[in-house]
């Protein structure tokens, strides 16, 4: 590494360093890009006490990034934490699990006394996401909620600018927004602006090497723009025909591109890229759409694994991207597809928890794997054998997790939801008792969840899912008293969640359900 002057023994000064957990590595690659590429607005480059080169915040380091090729991992995050102005903690249920992010915390305490601390809260109430490092001796940390319930994305991230720069937010967020609205009065003009720069790629890529990368990275920028702080920009202003143009834009230019030129940086960028919109198409019911995001995203994701097929954020970044091929495939009933991706995604899943690795996260993927091929076995009439068989594996699976992390709440509800599956296999076989025997092993979990919760309203509403399903199975057996004392108690649950929450159209449902089932009566 070199600094300004060309010194490659000159050790790099970090504006700030990213404490967190990998469950949490495709924010943080979001949030570190953002960071890095960040200008602030004229006139608060002079007022920051950062030492801000051209309005830039500086480098920021995040574990795998910058030091990836250090021979001992500890002592080079270390030496980060040592020369890091600030700590961003990225703060979730998993972060909070982490020893990694305790062991940094506590550290750039003891070596960094004084230094700002950030938490960026990203998944979790506060309770269940803050590391206790970070509370200890009821320290309270300087905290930006980058969730939709909380502050957003976007004054969650200036938030962290804002303590990075050490400006006054105030300021920040209004000359921001000032920046903001400028470009969203060019937005016509930026779009016809990216087709031309992409447009112009392949004659960018024939000039010199480093012109050319640089160039590139400018139109991702860009793309990257476009795609995520435009998105919100843009609401209440235009259309959406004008975002739906730019992923079309975005998507050709993607498809084009020869990806054994790209660099790593690139390539994670494009791959995240392409979920958020995929998904973004997903939610609006473009299902043609969003598969041919989430295959673009495939390909990039295999290109990444296949320069480092050992790594496991290689392994696990793969994976998701056939995870989501898959289940749009699985929505629009193409079962080839779907089994095709989803295999993939299994094996991958599998990939990572080969010899007896611990992490729950893997664990728990490895379940969902197995059990998605189990429901699309049921779903397109397949193999009842095979259906079982990925469901037990599944459930195990799940056993797997919750024995790494007991109580978590996570694994308990899948292995409820894979047992209602198996229940639905002996079902289709005809063999009703070993389908309720089955069902009530899923409402045990369920039940213990409720008793160390009882004000949980997800929880009731999924004890009532439940009581229907069972109620059904037990009239298959002739139990008629029994199911109809059950459903009466499912409806009595579901009349007091409706009296909190009137307009809940699930919870309307599912009394209209139980109704249908026998409502209570014989």
Not at 145 to 157: A, P, V
Not at 360 to 376: I, K, P, R, S
Request: some cysteine; overall charge negative; glycine content about 8%.
């Amino acid at each position: 590494m070199e600094d300004e002057t060309g010194d490659e023994n000159v050790a790099p000064q970090f504006s700030a360093f990213v404490s967190y957990s990998h469950a949490d590595a495709a924010i943080v690659r979001r949030l570190h890009s953002q960071l890095e590429s960040y200008r602030l607005p004229k006139g608060l480059g002079e007022v920051a006490t950062l030492n801000a080169e051209r309005g830039k915040l500086g480098r920021v380091f995040r574990d795998r990034e910058d030091f990836s090729a250090a021979e001992n991992l500890s002592d080079a995050v270390c030496a980060a934490l040592d020369r890091s102005q600030v700590l961003v903690v990225v703060c979730s249920p998993d972060a909070k699990q982490s020893k990694w992010v305790g062991q940094e915390i506590a550290y750039f305490r003891a070596h960094r006394p004084g230094m700002p601390i950030l938490a960026a809260l990203v998944r979790g109430e506060p309770s269940e996401a803050f590391p206790a490092a970070l509370t200890e001796s009821g320290a309270e940390p300087l905290a930006a909620d980058l969730r939709k319930e909380g502050d957003g994305w976007k004054l969650g991230f200036l938030k962290i600018v804002a303590g990075i720069a050490g400006v006054p937010l105030d300021a920040l967020v209004q000359r921001d927004s000032q920046r903001q609205t400028r470009r969203v009065m060019a937005v016509t003009g930026m779009v016809a602006a990216l087709a031309l720069i992409m447009a112009g790629m392949t004659i960018i890529a024939l000039q010199a090497r480093n012109e050319a990368q640089a160039q590139r990275a400018e139109a991702e920028g860009l793309v990257e723009y476009m795609i995520t702080d435009l998105r919100e920009d843009l609401q209440g202003v235009t259309s959406l025909s004008v975002m739906g143009r730019v992923n079309k834009r975005a998507l050709e230019y993607y498809a084009k591109q020869d990806l054994s030129t790209l660099a790593a940086e690139s390539l994670e960028r494009r791959a995240f890229l392409l979920h958020a919109m995929g998904e973004d198409d997903e939610k609006a019911g473009k299902l043609d759409d969003a598969l041919a995001k989430f295959e673009e995203a495939f390909r990039t994701t295999e290109a990444l694994l296949d320069r480092d097929p050992g790594n496991p954020d290689r392994i696990f970044g793969h994976a998701q991207s056939q995870y989501w091929a898959g289940y749009i495939a699985y929505l629009q009933k193409n079962w080839t597809k779907a089994s095709q991706y989803w295999s993939g995604y299994k094996r991958h899943s599998e990939q990572l928890i080969e010899g007896g690795s611990a992490n729950f996260q893997w664990v728990m993927e490895a379940g969902y794997a197995a059990g998605n091929l189990c429901t699309l076995e049921l779903d397109r009439k397949g193999s009842l054998e095979l259906a079982e068989r990925e469901c037990q594996e599944a459930i195990g699976r799940f056993e797997e997790a919750c024995k790494i992390k007991p109580g978590q709440r996570s694994c308990i509800e899948a292995q409820a939801n894979r047992y209602a599956w198996l229940a639905d296999v002996s079902g289709r076989r005809g063999d009703f008792g070993k389908a309720l025997a089955t069902r009530l092993k899923g409402e045990a979990l369920i039940e213990g969840l409720r008793a160390s919760d009882p004000d949980n309203l997800d929880l009731t509403d999924l004890w009532v899912a439940a009581q229907i399903a069972i109620a059904r199975t037990e009239r298959s057996l002739g139990r008629g008293q029994a199911a109809s004392r059950r459903l009466q108690r499912a409806r009595q649950e579901m009349l007091r969640l409706i009296a909190i929450d009137p307009d809940n159209a699930s919870w309307r449902s599912k009394l209209e359900m139980i109704d249908e089932t026998g409502g209570g009566n014989e």
